[in-house]
Protein backbone atom coordinates (compact mmCIF):
# COMPACT_ATOMS: atom_id res chain seq x y z
CA UNK A 1 0.00 0.00 0.00
CA UNK A 2 2.94 2.39 1.08
CA UNK A 3 3.81 1.67 -2.72
CA UNK A 4 1.19 2.06 -4.44
CA UNK A 5 0.82 5.96 -2.55
CA UNK A 6 4.33 6.41 -3.22
CA UNK A 7 3.57 5.98 -6.69
CA UNK A 8 0.62 7.94 -7.14
CA UNK A 9 2.23 10.83 -5.73
CA UNK A 10 4.92 10.03 -8.01
CA UNK A 11 3.11 10.25 -10.90
CA UNK A 12 1.35 13.13 -10.18
CA UNK A 13 4.33 15.67 -9.30
CA UNK A 14 5.97 14.26 -12.82
CA UNK A 15 3.27 15.39 -14.82
CA UNK A 16 3.40 18.64 -12.88
CA UNK A 17 7.00 18.72 -13.73
CA UNK A 18 7.31 17.67 -17.57
CA UNK A 19 4.44 19.15 -19.07
CA UNK A 20 2.99 22.77 -18.83
CA UNK A 21 7.15 23.74 -17.39
CA UNK A 22 8.14 23.06 -21.09
CA UNK A 23 10.99 25.31 -21.52
CA UNK A 24 9.27 26.92 -25.21
CA UNK A 25 6.65 29.66 -24.29
CA UNK A 26 2.92 28.81 -25.76
CA UNK A 27 1.79 31.21 -28.53
CA UNK A 28 -1.82 31.11 -27.29
CA UNK A 29 -3.30 34.76 -26.75
CA UNK A 30 -6.27 33.70 -25.06
CA UNK A 31 -4.86 34.80 -21.62
CA UNK A 32 -7.29 37.33 -19.90
CA UNK A 33 -5.76 40.88 -18.60
CA UNK A 34 -3.00 42.86 -20.32
CA UNK A 35 -1.04 39.87 -20.69
CA UNK A 36 -2.02 38.53 -23.79
CA UNK A 37 0.46 37.42 -26.25
CA UNK A 38 4.37 35.91 -24.86
CA UNK A 39 6.11 39.57 -25.77
CA UNK A 40 3.82 41.22 -23.00
CA UNK A 41 5.12 38.73 -20.34
CA UNK A 42 8.57 40.07 -20.65
CA UNK A 43 9.86 42.44 -18.20
CA UNK A 44 11.31 44.91 -19.87
CA UNK A 45 13.70 47.49 -18.29
CA UNK A 46 11.01 50.06 -18.04
CA UNK A 47 8.80 47.32 -16.55
CA UNK A 48 11.50 46.94 -13.55
CA UNK A 49 12.38 50.93 -12.94
CA UNK A 50 9.47 51.86 -11.08
CA UNK A 51 7.06 49.46 -8.48
CA UNK A 52 3.75 50.59 -10.19
CA UNK A 53 4.08 48.86 -13.75
CA UNK A 54 6.62 46.16 -11.75
CA UNK A 55 3.91 44.73 -9.53
CA UNK A 56 1.02 44.81 -12.35
CA UNK A 57 3.18 42.83 -14.17
CA UNK A 58 4.38 40.63 -11.39
CA UNK A 59 0.84 39.86 -10.45
CA UNK A 60 -0.52 38.84 -14.13
CA UNK A 61 2.68 37.39 -14.71
CA UNK A 62 2.04 35.37 -11.54
CA UNK A 63 -1.56 34.33 -12.31
CA UNK A 64 -0.49 33.33 -16.10
CA UNK A 65 2.47 30.67 -14.69
CA UNK A 66 0.09 29.46 -12.21
CA UNK A 67 -2.26 28.47 -14.96
CA UNK A 68 0.43 27.09 -16.98
CA UNK A 69 1.70 24.88 -14.13
CA UNK A 70 -1.24 23.48 -12.77
CA UNK A 71 -2.88 22.74 -16.43
CA UNK A 72 0.66 20.59 -17.26
CA UNK A 73 -1.06 17.36 -17.51
CA UNK A 74 -2.71 18.22 -20.14
CA UNK A 75 0.27 18.93 -22.01
CA UNK A 76 2.10 16.12 -22.04
CA UNK A 77 3.39 14.86 -25.92
CA UNK A 78 5.38 12.27 -27.07
CA UNK A 79 8.39 15.11 -26.50
CA UNK A 80 8.46 15.29 -23.45
CA UNK A 81 6.87 11.83 -22.19
CA UNK A 82 10.53 10.49 -21.55
CA UNK A 83 11.14 13.09 -18.89
CA UNK A 84 7.88 12.27 -17.34
CA UNK A 85 8.87 8.35 -17.42
CA UNK A 86 12.04 9.59 -15.80
CA UNK A 87 11.11 11.59 -12.91
CA UNK A 88 7.83 9.27 -12.11
CA UNK A 89 10.76 6.17 -12.08
CA UNK A 90 13.39 7.96 -10.15
CA UNK A 91 10.64 9.56 -7.52
CA UNK A 92 8.81 6.28 -6.70
CA UNK A 93 12.25 3.95 -6.60
CA UNK A 94 13.04 6.88 -4.05
CA UNK A 95 9.36 6.58 -2.08
CA UNK A 96 9.92 2.53 -1.93
CA UNK A 97 13.54 2.91 -0.68
CA UNK A 98 13.03 5.93 1.80
CA UNK A 99 12.32 3.82 5.06
CA UNK A 100 15.27 1.11 4.33
CA UNK A 101 17.97 3.76 3.52
CA UNK A 102 16.81 5.75 6.75
CA UNK A 103 16.47 2.87 9.05
CA UNK A 104 20.37 2.05 8.00
CA UNK A 105 21.30 5.32 8.50
CA UNK A 106 22.49 6.89 12.43
CA UNK A 107 21.42 10.75 12.32
CA UNK A 108 23.53 11.95 15.19
CA UNK A 109 22.35 14.73 17.44
CA UNK A 110 25.31 16.90 15.69
CA UNK A 111 24.65 16.41 12.07
CA UNK A 112 20.71 16.88 12.82
CA UNK A 113 21.20 20.59 14.01
CA UNK A 114 24.20 21.50 11.53
CA UNK A 115 21.67 20.25 8.76
CA UNK A 116 18.71 22.63 10.66
CA UNK A 117 21.00 25.56 10.67
CA UNK A 118 22.60 25.03 6.88
CA UNK A 119 19.76 24.46 5.75
CA UNK A 120 18.52 27.92 6.83
CA UNK A 121 19.68 29.05 3.40
CA UNK A 122 16.81 27.48 1.46
CA UNK A 123 14.00 29.54 4.02
CA UNK A 124 11.54 31.82 2.34
CA UNK A 125 12.76 34.47 4.90
CA UNK A 126 16.46 34.11 3.19
CA UNK A 127 15.58 33.97 -0.11
CA UNK A 128 12.95 36.32 -0.88
CA UNK A 129 15.21 39.54 0.61
CA UNK A 130 18.39 38.04 -1.46
CA UNK A 131 15.78 38.58 -4.11
CA UNK A 132 14.81 41.96 -3.24
CA UNK A 133 18.58 42.72 -2.51
CA UNK A 134 19.42 41.93 -6.09
CA UNK A 135 16.63 44.05 -7.39
CA UNK A 136 17.43 47.32 -5.77
CA UNK A 137 21.39 46.59 -6.24
CA UNK A 138 20.64 46.85 -9.84
CA UNK A 139 17.98 50.03 -9.15
CA UNK A 140 20.48 51.62 -7.28
CA UNK A 141 23.01 51.28 -10.68
CA UNK A 142 20.65 51.52 -13.03
CA UNK A 143 21.84 48.13 -14.89
CA UNK A 144 18.51 45.97 -15.89
CA UNK A 145 20.59 42.42 -15.71
CA UNK A 146 20.01 42.47 -11.65
CA UNK A 147 17.21 44.45 -11.70
CA UNK A 148 15.81 41.38 -13.72
CA UNK A 149 17.56 38.67 -11.85
CA UNK A 150 16.05 39.71 -8.56
CA UNK A 151 12.19 39.97 -10.48
CA UNK A 152 12.94 36.51 -12.04
CA UNK A 153 13.65 35.15 -8.95
CA UNK A 154 11.24 36.66 -7.22
CA UNK A 155 8.54 35.07 -9.65
CA UNK A 156 9.95 31.96 -9.37
CA UNK A 157 10.27 31.55 -5.65
CA UNK A 158 5.99 32.77 -5.80
CA UNK A 159 5.67 29.94 -8.40
CA UNK A 160 7.27 27.29 -5.90
CA UNK A 161 5.72 28.48 -2.57
CA UNK A 162 1.98 28.00 -4.02
CA UNK A 163 3.31 24.95 -5.71
CA UNK A 164 4.83 23.35 -2.84
CA UNK A 165 2.23 24.27 -0.26
CA UNK A 166 -1.07 23.05 -2.24
CA UNK A 167 1.04 19.47 -3.07
CA UNK A 168 2.29 19.04 1.20
CA UNK A 169 -1.32 19.77 2.04
CA UNK A 170 -2.28 17.03 -0.47
CA UNK A 171 0.38 14.47 0.01
CA UNK A 172 -0.01 14.93 3.72
CA UNK A 173 3.19 13.07 4.21
CA UNK A 174 4.91 12.60 7.81
CA UNK A 175 8.39 13.71 8.24
CA UNK A 176 10.96 11.34 9.45
CA UNK A 177 11.47 12.65 12.89
CA UNK A 178 7.73 12.67 13.30
CA UNK A 179 7.76 10.09 16.87
CA UNK A 180 4.19 9.00 15.71
CA UNK A 181 4.91 8.36 11.99
CA UNK A 182 4.13 4.72 10.95
CA UNK A 183 4.75 3.32 7.65
CA UNK A 184 0.11 2.16 6.63
CA UNK A 185 -0.07 6.13 7.48
CA UNK A 186 2.76 7.69 6.51
CA UNK A 187 1.09 9.25 3.69
CA UNK A 188 -2.26 11.32 3.52
CA UNK A 189 -1.60 11.94 7.45
CA UNK A 190 -1.71 15.61 7.63
CA UNK A 191 1.78 15.95 7.06
CA UNK A 192 4.10 18.22 5.43
CA UNK A 193 6.82 16.48 4.27
CA UNK A 194 6.74 15.44 0.09
CA UNK A 195 7.93 17.79 -1.57
CA UNK A 196 10.98 19.38 -0.19
CA UNK A 197 10.01 23.29 0.27
CA UNK A 198 13.47 24.13 1.14
CA UNK A 199 15.02 22.02 -1.95
CA UNK A 200 12.17 23.90 -4.34
CA UNK A 201 12.78 26.93 -3.24
CA UNK A 202 16.53 26.83 -3.42
CA UNK A 203 16.63 25.04 -6.54
CA UNK A 204 14.00 27.26 -8.40
CA UNK A 205 16.26 30.75 -7.60
CA UNK A 206 19.44 28.55 -8.37
CA UNK A 207 18.05 28.10 -11.65
CA UNK A 208 17.30 31.40 -12.45
CA UNK A 209 20.48 32.86 -11.77
CA UNK A 210 22.21 29.73 -13.56
CA UNK A 211 20.33 30.47 -16.75
CA UNK A 212 20.70 33.97 -16.22
CA UNK A 213 24.13 33.98 -16.07
CA UNK A 214 25.55 30.90 -18.34
CA UNK A 215 26.43 32.88 -21.11
CA UNK A 216 27.75 35.87 -19.23
CA UNK A 217 31.71 36.73 -20.17
CA UNK A 218 33.56 36.32 -16.64
CA UNK A 219 30.57 34.97 -14.48
CA UNK A 220 30.12 31.55 -16.10
CA UNK A 221 31.28 30.38 -12.18
CA UNK A 222 27.82 31.47 -11.35
CA UNK A 223 25.47 28.52 -12.65
CA UNK A 224 28.35 26.13 -10.34
CA UNK A 225 27.74 28.56 -7.20
CA UNK A 226 24.39 28.35 -7.18
CA UNK A 227 23.74 24.93 -7.92
CA UNK A 228 26.03 24.06 -5.48
CA UNK A 229 24.32 26.30 -2.65
CA UNK A 230 21.19 24.46 -3.27
CA UNK A 231 22.17 20.73 -3.36
CA UNK A 232 23.98 22.20 0.24
CA UNK A 233 20.65 23.13 1.29
CA UNK A 234 19.48 19.74 0.15
CA UNK A 235 21.51 17.66 1.86
CA UNK A 236 21.26 19.64 4.65
CA UNK A 237 17.57 18.82 4.64
CA UNK A 238 18.09 15.11 5.02
CA UNK A 239 20.78 15.35 7.50
CA UNK A 240 18.27 16.94 9.48
CA UNK A 241 15.86 14.64 9.17
CA UNK A 242 12.82 16.62 8.22
CA UNK A 243 12.73 14.87 4.92
CA UNK A 244 13.34 11.65 2.92
CA UNK A 245 15.52 11.71 -0.12
CA UNK A 246 12.49 11.44 -2.78
CA UNK A 247 10.96 14.63 -0.79
CA UNK A 248 13.92 16.17 -1.91
CA UNK A 249 14.77 14.78 -5.19
CA UNK A 250 10.98 15.91 -6.13
CA UNK A 251 11.41 19.26 -5.06
CA UNK A 252 14.74 19.70 -6.44
CA UNK A 253 13.30 18.80 -10.08
CA UNK A 254 10.40 20.97 -9.52
CA UNK A 255 12.46 23.79 -8.37
CA UNK A 256 14.56 23.43 -11.24
CA UNK A 257 11.64 23.04 -13.90
CA UNK A 258 10.13 26.11 -12.55
CA UNK A 259 13.10 28.39 -12.68
CA UNK A 260 13.94 27.59 -16.28
CA UNK A 261 10.03 27.60 -17.31
CA UNK A 262 10.36 31.50 -15.50
CA UNK A 263 13.55 32.11 -17.27
CA UNK A 264 12.94 31.45 -20.18
CA UNK A 265 8.95 33.18 -20.27
CA UNK A 266 9.85 36.30 -18.44
CA UNK A 267 13.76 37.07 -20.08
CA UNK A 268 14.31 40.17 -22.17
CA UNK A 269 16.38 38.52 -24.50
CA UNK A 270 17.34 41.58 -25.35
CA UNK A 271 20.11 42.76 -22.20
CA UNK A 272 21.87 39.52 -22.07
CA UNK A 273 24.49 38.40 -24.55
CA UNK A 274 23.92 35.09 -25.97
CA UNK A 275 26.77 33.80 -27.99
CA UNK A 276 26.11 33.05 -31.63
CA UNK A 277 27.35 29.43 -32.90
CA UNK A 278 27.31 29.75 -36.64
CA UNK A 279 27.18 26.31 -38.88
CA UNK A 280 26.69 26.10 -42.37
CA UNK A 281 23.70 24.07 -42.70
CA UNK A 282 23.58 23.72 -46.66
CA UNK A 283 22.89 25.19 -50.07
CA UNK A 284 20.30 26.79 -51.72
CA UNK A 285 19.60 28.44 -54.87
CA UNK A 286 20.10 32.14 -55.79
CA UNK A 287 19.38 34.86 -58.06
CA UNK A 288 19.98 38.32 -58.50
CA UNK A 289 17.84 39.97 -60.55
CA UNK A 290 19.58 43.66 -60.78
CA UNK A 291 22.49 41.71 -61.99
CA UNK A 292 20.90 39.14 -63.89
CA UNK A 293 23.26 36.16 -61.98
CA UNK A 294 22.77 33.03 -60.35
CA UNK A 295 24.29 30.55 -58.49
CA UNK A 296 24.12 29.02 -55.08
CA UNK A 297 23.69 30.41 -51.38
CA UNK A 298 25.40 28.55 -48.61
CA UNK A 299 22.96 28.56 -45.40
CA UNK A 300 24.14 29.17 -42.15
CA UNK A 301 22.00 28.22 -38.94
CA UNK A 302 22.16 30.22 -34.95
CA UNK A 303 21.31 28.79 -32.05
CA UNK A 304 19.86 32.28 -30.99
CA UNK A 305 18.45 33.04 -34.95
CA UNK A 306 15.10 32.46 -34.99
CA UNK A 307 15.66 32.14 -39.42
CA UNK A 308 18.84 31.20 -40.75
CA UNK A 309 21.23 33.96 -42.29
CA UNK A 310 22.06 33.33 -45.84
CA UNK A 311 25.31 34.66 -47.45
CA UNK A 312 24.97 34.99 -51.16
CA UNK A 313 27.61 35.20 -53.56
CA UNK A 314 26.61 34.85 -56.81
CA UNK A 315 27.69 33.50 -59.78
CA UNK A 316 28.23 35.50 -63.36
CA UNK A 317 26.86 33.04 -66.35
CA UNK A 318 29.52 30.69 -67.40
CA UNK A 319 31.28 30.72 -64.40
CA UNK A 320 32.79 32.67 -61.71
Request: charged share 15%; glycine share 12%.
Amino acid sequence: MLFLKGTIAAGVLACLLTGGLRAQVSGSGSDSGSLESPRDRVFYPGDTESAGPLLHKVAGNFLLDQKEIWTSPFHINRHNAKWWLLFAGATGGLIFADQWVNNRIDHTGFQQSFGSNVSQIGEDYTLLPAAAGLYLYGVMKHDPKPREVGVLSGQALLDSIVVVEALKYAFGRSRPDDPNVQERDEWFSGGSSFPSGHAILTWSVASVIAHEYQHTPGARWVPWVAYGLAGTVSVARWAAEKHYASDILAGGAMGWFIGRYVYQTHEDTAIHRHQMHLAPSGFVPAFAPQTGTYGLALNWGSDNARTPLTLQKPIPPGGP
